[in-house]
């Protein structure tokens, strides 16, 4: 999944968009565990460098039972969902939340309609 999203160009179209420099950077990293190990999402806003660190937890027994279609959708989903959510908990002045997520859903639409290509 991970090379399908990069596959998609997204550095280029987010790094040519300017969303203020409040915030430079949103490292993602996709985490699939076992639910019964009970591992944390790691959340942290690096005030420095104006960057985000994620996790998004993905159930490994159905990431691994899933094909590629249902992860792919699985994915999309929970960045839609979760980014938007972590981003609220944070005051980040002069950066373009709205917009941001405006445009990472419309490009995560892009990506499951299969119009997205680097």
């Known amino acids: 999944m991970s090379k399908e999203i990069s596959a998609t160009g997204y550095r280029n179209l987010f790094g040519s968009r300017d969303y203020g420099p409040g915030l430079v950077g949103i490292v993602v990293v996709l985490m699939c565990r076992e639910p019964s190990l009970s591992f944390k999402q790691r959340i942290h806003f690096a005030k420095k460098e104006r960057t985000l660190f994620l996790d998004i937890m993905l ?3 159905q990431m691994q039972r899933a094909d590629d279609n249902i992860r792919r959708k699985t994915v999309i989903e929970r960045l839609a969902e979760e980014v938007p959510l972590i981003l609220d908990k944070y005051t980040i002045p002069d950066f373009d939340k709205a917009r941001f ?5 419309s490009w995560l639409i892009d990506i499951d309609e299969g119009d997205v290509t680097s």
């Open 101 to 105: 997520v405006g445009d990472m859903k």
């Open 59 to 61: 159930d490994l027994n």
